[in-house]
């Protein structure tokens, strides 16, 4: 199992922690490094959702500001005002 990075160490953008998480993921499906090094994966993924799900909040923020929070959840039966 390659030694993922620090835990504090910030990833360089949403796209970049993606991609991290999901090859620790793979990794520690394969199961087969050592109790310490699954740790220190498990403890950097960890990491990463935290980083990822505050990008996701803070993208839907900003989004709800632009709409002028009118964001509401997509009903496809509703007629899209488009007509």
């Known amino acids: 199992m390659p030694k993922p990075k620090d835990s504090k160490d910030p990833p360089a953008s949403f796209e970049a922690a993606l991609?991290?998480?999901e090859s620790i993921v793979q990794t520690m499906e394969?199961?087969?490094?050592p109790l310490?090094?699954?740790l220190s994966a498990y403890e950097r993924g960890a990491?990463?959702?935290?980083?990822?799900?505050?990008?996701l909040t803070n993208a839907?923020?900003?989004i709800r500001?632009?709409?002028g929070n009118t964001l509401r959840d997509l009903d496809p039966a509703?007629?899209?005002g488009d007509e």
Do not use: F, I, M, V
Request: net charge negative; charged share 25%.
């Open 47 to 55: 990491a990463l959702l935290r980083h990822c799900q505050d990008a």
């Open 30 to 33: 394969q199961g087969n490094a």
């Open 78 to 80: 509703a007629p899209s």
């Open 36 to 38: 310490e090094a699954q």
């Open 60 to 62: 839907e923020q900003k």
């Open 65 to 67: 500001l632009l709409e």
């Open 19 to 21: 991609t991290e998480l």
